[in-house]
């Protein structure tokens, strides 16, 4: 059994009067994939945006749990939820800096570290040898990445040029490297073509079995979502209505009853 | 019209003209100027013998409209023979900014040589070092406004303001506490860079418009201090007097103050009062290879990339753990320094300073040069420098006119090439060599 890396409990979020997530509690462990699925509406992005910052939570708890620290990320300012406590996300509108190169990107992504190394540009205005080597790592491990994702190729070139999936798949190598415990996928597979769903099938397992992390994916994709979670988490309207492995959750009636409507009284 | 064009973009033949639909439009414009033309034109107030009336001269309003009515009809005429093209499109300043891409060190090399040389050259006269000195200014300042708008991406409408707390700094620290130039400089650059990041704190939350219009404010408050603040900067009279920049202790006068040598004695030439615009003249020159060296180098560092990356998206940078109040006081506080050492070296080189060299056409100066250059291109800063600096120079006797030239180069330059004269963006680090 994998240790527990993020525990969310009675989590909820209001907008005025209108209630986009109540009393959600559910639990994502390390090395696993985690889905958080349901219908539009459902409330799943607004858990990412309470679980990176991006809103603060009306209530609630959210605690990451990493190398033996235990963070509150509900009391946390986003950028520091990424760099101190690590959890990466990726957006449903994909946010790379398109007018900067693929390597850019990348090395953008390790700011923290290279701001350290830098001496906050000091050390980095002289050229002092810290620095080059921190810069040096950082370029490795870009081009690392950017290897996995067959891009090297284009590694000078602007982010902006790249076809949809490729760029999905660079907003994930980004997120990778700020060296999260926890990475959030919102919906990866969506515009992707069958090709290219299955290549970030097993781009996700690869990062899951390799950097053996926990990720936390909201998807629509069926395939994506049966093919690689190890847990599914069904939202709808705010509330869970079911957690558990794929294929118990594929059978549980409450789920087909988001999904497909209440059966009319008397049919079979 | 519009979606004409927009359905063939790539048509080359001149798109036909259609007269009666043309007539029509140069008609409704000339109502237009009519309706405008007739309180703005129409109208005069006349005074004669004390009391003041009201005269007509509709003629004008007449011609005013035939005026446009003629132009706009031309203007349509010009417009159906001339083949369409993509906004932003190629253009003859492409094979330039190219071969400026390519040969980057040749043409810096080239500039560089050409700058240190420039006072030795037989046609410069006293006049003309001068000017390349005021061109050499504005290059410092561009290139400090092109950290904050073409980096950072958060435009400055009151870049002047830091600009102006270099320059009242230097003349004040200089005149009243007695540093020389070059203790001075540096406590200028630090005090402008102060009040970046005190105009950053506030504005921390806007972006866009919000925040052109609150440093557009913040122009303007710190032209109203420096007026009124009579007690420390002498108000609308200006600081003057203010000391020259020695070289190593020798100073450029006529006659040495006490305890001083005078830089023509040391050397046994005869005194010459362009010694000293030569001086002043390689300082800044050197000030401005500086800030080059600086801004080239802080964008090749973690912090010059986390401008561009605010610049492009700065939600994204939040998901990166970047923080972005640092990002922008940094970029604010830097793009000041760059302005405030402008300021000193402005403070120094004039003698004089008052409010009045500190107002908002500065401010759209700099930054005219930095969108006519072509945001974040350093290059380009200098050649639009060097335009909009000699263009009034050289059309002395149209100096009105010359908020009117600006406007209608920005005009052209927003039409034709959008992306500035020579916007090009290298990447700030490579993994393979540089594509020939």
């Known amino acids: 059994m994998s240790n527990m890396l993020l525990d969310v409990s009675h989590l909820s979020m209001r907008f005025g009067g209108l209630s986009a997530i109540a009393d959600l509690s559910f639990t994502a462990y390390d090395r696993e994939i985690t889905a958080l699925i349901g219908p539009n509406g459902a409330g799943k992005t607004t858990v990412f945006n309470c679980l990176t910052g991006f809103y603060k939570p009306s209530g609630g708890k959210l605690t990451l749990h990493r190398s033996g620290k235990t963070f509150a990320l509900e009391t946390m300012e986003d950028h520091r939820i990424a760099r101190v406590a690590g959890v990466a996300r990726t957006f449903q509108n994909i946010r790379l800096f398109a007018g900067m190169t693929l390597l850019e990107n990348l090395i953008v992504a390790q700011h923290g570290e290279l701001m350290r190394a830098s001496m906050f540009s000091i050390a980095g205005l002289f050229g002092f040898s810290p620095y080059r080597r921190a810069e040096k790592a950082a370029v490795a491990k870009a081009r690392d990445w950017l290897d996995k994702l067959g891009l090297i190729e284009r590694a000078d070139t602007v982010a902006g040029g790249l076809s949809y999936g490729d760029r999905r798949r660079l907003e994930i190598a980004r997120a990778m490297c700020t060296d999260p415990a926890l990475l959030c996928l919102d919906e990866p597979a969506a515009g992707l073509n069958p090709h290219e769903s299955a290549a970030l099938n097993d781009l996700l397992r690869a990062i899951r079995d390799e950097q053996k992390i926990g990720l936390l994916l909201i998807e629509h994709d069926m395939k994506v979502v049966m093919g690689i979670s190890d847990r599914v988490v069904v939202l709808d309207h705010g509330h869970k209505i079911a957690d558990g492995r794929p294929d118990e959750v594929r059978a549980d009636p409450a789920v087909v009853r988001a999904y497909l409507g209440e059966p009319e009284t008397g049919a079979p | ?436």
Not at chain 2, 43 to 70: C, D, K, P, Q, Y
Not at chain 2, 278 to 292: K, P, Q, R
């Open chain 2, 1 to 436: 019209m519009s979606t004409e064009a927009a359905a063939a973009p790539d048509r080359v033949a001149p798109r036909g003209i259609a007269i009666l639909p043309l007539l029509k439009e140069s008609f409704l414009t000339a109502i237009v100027a009519l309706v405008l033309a007739i309180p703005l034109v129409g109208f005069r107030i006349v005074e004669s013998n004390g009391t003041t009336g009201l005269a007509t001269r509709f003629w004008w309003v007449g011609f005013a409209a035939g005026a446009v009515f003629l132009g706009r009809f031309a203007l349509g005429i010009w417009r159906g023979a001339m083949p369409p093209r993509a906004v932003g499109g190629a253009s003859w300043l492409d094979p330039v900014a190219r071969f400026g891409r390519r040969h980057a060190r040749i043409v810096a090399l080239i500039g560089l040589v050409a700058a240190l040389a420039w006072p030795a050259l037989p046609f410069a006269t006293r006049g003309i070092v001068d000017l390349a000195i005021s061109v050499l200014i504005y290059v410092m300042l561009g290139w400090g406004l092109n950290v904050v708008v073409g980096l950072a991406g958060l435009l400055d409408l009151g870049y002047v303001a830091f600009y102006a707390v270099g320059a009242y700094s230097f003349a004040i620290l200089a005149s009243d506490f007695g540093l020389t130039f070059w203790e001075a400089l540096p406590v200028s650059g630090l005090l402008a860079a102060l009040a970046g990041v005190l105009l950053g704190f506030p504005v921390l939350r806007l972006r866009g418009d919000y925040l052109a219009i609150v440093t557009l404010g913040f122009g303007e408050i710190i032209h109203i201090l420096l007026l009124n603040w009579g007690s420390l900067t002498r108000g609308p009279n200006g600081i003057g007097d203010i000391p020259r920049p020695g070289l190593f202790g020798l100073v450029f006068e006529r006659r040495a103050p006490p305890g001083f040598t005078t830089f023509h004695d040391f050397l046994g030439v005869p005194f010459s009062p362009s010694q000293r615009v030569v001086f002043l003249y390689y300082v800044v020159l050197a000030l401005a290879l500086m800030v080059n060296l600086f801004t080239l180098r802080l964008r090749r560092l973690p912090i010059g990339r986390a401008w561009e990356a605010l610049r492009e998206d700065e939600i994204a940078c939040r998901a990166l753990g970047i923080n972005p109040t640092n990002v922008k006081l940094s970029a604010f506080g830097i793009g000041a320094m760059l302005g405030g050492f402008a300021g000193a070296f402005f403070a120094t080189r004039q003698g004089f300073i008052s409010p009045e060299s500190f107002t908002f056409t500065e401010s759209a100066t700099i930054l005219a040069i930095v969108v006519l250059g072509g945001m974040g291109s350093q290059m380009g800063v200098v050649l639009a420098a060097i335009l909009l600096v000699l263009l009034p120079e050289l059309g002395r006797q149209f100096a009105e006119f010359r908020m009117l030239i600006f406007g209608a180069a920005m005009v052209l330059i927003m039409v034709w090439r959008p992306q500035g004269l020579l916007a090009h963006r290298a990447p700030s680090l490579r993994l393979g060599a540089p594509p020939r």
